[in-house]
């Protein structure tokens, strides 16, 4: 396995909540990205941490090799690769998302 796949596999697996993103929280690149920030803040979440993908080339492809899935923003709950920005958003109204953050350990 490549260093950067080390890396990635180890950031989500030793945080309870990972997105990858681009940008961050506080200045997202991107529509889908800000949309993730803002549906993890209505969430209540704590224990966020970002990787901005913009920083590094390996990373903003090396997260797609991980996960299978070819778009980011990417979020990761205990080790598990949940989706992106429109499955984040779906799993909020549904009121899935809390429930995960929850037994994650990530909420206030």
Request: with cysteine; net charge negative; aromatic share 8%.
């Amino acid at each position: 396995m490549s260093e950067v796949q080390d890396f990635i596999r180890e950031t989500v697996t030793d945080n309870p909540v990972v997105l990858f993103m681009k940008g961050t929280a506080q200045f997202p690149q991107c529509g889908f990205s800000g949309r993730a920030i803002q549906v993890l803040q209505a969430s209540g979440v704590t224990k966020l941490v970002t990787v901005n993908v913009l920083d590094d080339e390996e990373v903003r492809q090396g997260i797609k090799e991980y996960s299978s899935w070819p778009t980011i923003p990417q979020l990761y709950v205990s080790g598990e690769f949940l989706g992106g920005s429109d499955i984040i958003a779906e799993m909020h109204e549904n009121g899935e998302l809390v429930n995960v953050l929850k037994e994650a350990g990530a909420l206030a």
